[in-house]
């Protein structure tokens, strides 16, 4: 039974830490012209503006957001800035990439945790930020096995032996005391973030740099060097797309992102006794090895927020109101709590909230600017915006401004991928397949979870992930 929550949606938590959503900016008034039109104000296009006018100061640069800025998953993300890969990267090798650039990709991403940390430092952002460490908790053989995979093929591409490691159950539960812990791959240099506080810094620091962030200002139609919206046109030369899992939202671009769903609980401060038998002294990231997946945080004002998927997927790419959720979505999460860390069952939950998350037919992020028609694009993070969205921005700039740099040579730069099916076939795709996870998680538990189980396999071949 579904204990009951405080708070239900109003976007999230995060937002709630900080006196709720923001006032909106003014909406666009009448016709604008600008060098570059940024749509959406989440983490990418907010980090696309502040390096495109850092680097050209003069620069005309403007950002138009449907709701406010950080409504979307910016806001609502569970606050891991890990500059993770976790895509295929068989993929963009069989794309044109090279090993060598998809190394070199790994390494860009792992730095995007120091250069975030860098621009909030120099723009006076305060996000809550922690560095720290992240750890992917293993129960069974066949997790264990999937972390040391996990581990065998990080190292063979390129990350460094101090970045990640095996540590043991004991090690582990000395951690985070999660029960039936065997092991666990730690990431080093990982750090977590209030999300909200730090969309919220990023787009002040934006608007100080001289651009405006039109909100409440809806895109109706999209074409070469034209963006037109309830309250206007804007013509610029070029026009960035940063949407990600609202993208299906804007004229002709239905199946180009798939809007998964994902939902966050979070407790009210979880008093000493129950740290005491918890640990989590270090504040870690921590995640688990089962196919269905959760994240987790401890946060800076002593609470857990633990992550994962509900309801997958809305029918015709549809996206939630105002991040309220499912009770059988918090009634899971909540389970997940009460398998990960019995002694935290019984914490009253203060808020549950939900959102989306961009994902490419190919389940690979890419970024991209063809200067024929003046269109950029970034997204496709499959769960890793808070750190890739940076690099996006990065090299966003790069390409928008000719600059030849190592960014722009890396191989997710102007990847092509196929849409997604039409409905009803990519609702039933994706419900199938997560279908088959749970299933996958529930047979390992049956059997002990001696090996992985076959059912994982078929899931991730139904939709080509």
């Given amino acids: 039974m579904t204990a009951p929550v405080a708070r239900n949606g109003d976007v999230s938590f995060w937002y709630g830490q900080i006196g709720g959503p923001p006032a909106r900016r003014a909406a666009l008034a009448g016709n604008r012209s600008v060098d570059v039109c940024i749509i959406g104000a989440g983490?990418?296009?907010?980090?696309?503006?502040?390096?495109?006018?850092?680097?050209?100061?003069?620069?005309?640069?403007?950002?138009?957001?449907?709701?406010?800025?950080?409504?979307?998953?910016?806001?609502?993300?569970?606050?891991?800035?890990?500059?993770?890969?976790?895509?295929s990267r068989e993929k963009y090798l069989k794309a044109g990439g090279t090993r060598q650039g998809v190394?070199?990709?790994?390494?860009?991403?792992?730095?995007?945790?120091?250069?975030?940390?860098?621009?909030?430092?120099?723009?006076?952002?305060?996000?809550?930020?922690?560095?720290?460490?992240g750890l992917v908790v293993a129960c069974t053989p066949a997790q264990l096995q999937r972390v040391r995979d996990t581990y065998e093929e990080e190292t063979a591409w390129g990350a460094p032996r101090d970045r990640i490691e095996l540590i043991g159950g004991a090690e582990m539960r000395e951690r985070i005391n999660v029960r039936d812990a065997v092991g666990a791959l730690v990431t080093h240099g990982v750090a977590r973030v209030q999300p909200a506080k730090l969309v919220r810094g990023l787009a002040a620091a934006v608007e100080r740099l001289g651009v405006p962030i039109w909100e409440g200002t809806a895109v109706t139609g999209l074409e070469k060097g034209r963006v037109t919206t309830d309250?206007?046109?804007i013509t610029a030369p070029v026009i960035v797309r940063a949407t990600e899992g609202f993208t299906a939202g804007l004229p002709g671009q239905g199946r180009k992102i798939l809007p998964l769903n994902s939902a966050i609980v979070v407790t009210e401060p979880v008093p000493d006794r129950v740290w005491q038998q918890i640990g989590w002294n270090g504040y870690e990231l921590l995640g688990d090895a089962s196919h269905t997946y959760s994240y987790a945080q401890r946060t800076a004002d002593n609470r857990i927020?633990?992550?994962?998927?509900?309801?997958?997927?809305?029918?015709?790419?549809?996206?939630?109101?105002?991040?309220?959720?499912?009770?059988?979505?918090?009634?899971?999460?909540?389970?997940?709590?009460?398998?990960?860390?019995?002694?935290?069952?019984?914490?009253?939950?203060?808020?549950?909230?939900?959102?989306?998350?961009?994902?490419?037919?190919?389940?690979?992020?890419?970024?991209?600017?063809?200067?024929?028609?003046?269109?950029?694009?970034?997204?496709?993070?499959?769960?890793?915006?808070?750190?890739?969205?940076?690099?996006?921005?990065?090299?966003?700039?790069?390409?928008?401004?000719?600059?030849?740099?190592?960014?722009?040579?890396?191989?997710?730069?102007?990847?092509?991928?196929?849409?997604?099916?039409?409905?009803?076939?990519?609702?039933?795709?994706?419900?199938?397949?997560?279908?088959?996870?749970?299933?996958?998680?529930?047979?390992?538990?049956?059997?002990?979870?001696?090996?992985?189980?076959?059912?994982?396999?078929?899931?991730?071949?139904?939709?080509?992930?």
């Avoid at 003069?58 to 957001?65: I, K, W």
């Avoid at 190394?103 to 996000?127: F, H, K, N, S, Y």
């Fill in 103 to 133: 190394i070199d990709m790994g390494r860009a991403l792992r730095g995007t945790v120091d250069e975030v940390i860098r621009v909030t430092e120099a723009e006076g952002i305060e996000a809550d930020i922690r560095r720290t460490d």
């Fill in 231 to 233: 309250h206007g046109t």
């Fill in 305 to 465: 927020a633990m992550g994962g998927r509900g309801v997958p997927y809305r029918f015709g790419s549809k996206t939630d109101v105002r991040g309220r959720t499912q009770a059988a979505t918090i009634d899971k999460l909540q389970g997940i709590l009460r398998r990960l860390l019995p002694e935290a069952a019984d914490l009253p939950m203060a808020h549950a909230w939900c959102g989306v998350l961009g994902v490419p037919r190919d389940w690979c992020a890419s970024v991209g600017y063809d200067r024929a028609s003046g269109m950029a694009w970034a997204g496709g993070y499959v769960g890793l915006g808070v750190s890739t969205s940076n690099l996006s921005g990065q090299t966003l700039a790069d390409l928008i401004l000719g600059r030849d740099t190592d960014l722009v040579r890396l191989p997710w730069v102007n990847r092509q991928v196929r849409e997604w099916e039409p409905e009803p076939f990519r609702w039933l795709g994706v419900h199938g397949m997560y279908q088959l996870y749970y299933r996958a998680d529930a047979q390992e538990a049956r059997s002990g979870g001696r090996r992985t189980s076959v059912l994982a396999k078929i899931a991730n071949r139904l939709v080509g992930r």
């Fill in 43 to 87: 983490y990418t296009g907010l980090w696309t503006a502040w390096y495109l006018k850092t680097l050209q100061p003069d620069l005309s640069v403007a950002v138009v957001e449907r709701e406010f800025a950080g409504f979307g998953a910016s806001g609502r993300n569970g606050g891991w800035q890990t500059g993770g890969f976790s895509w």
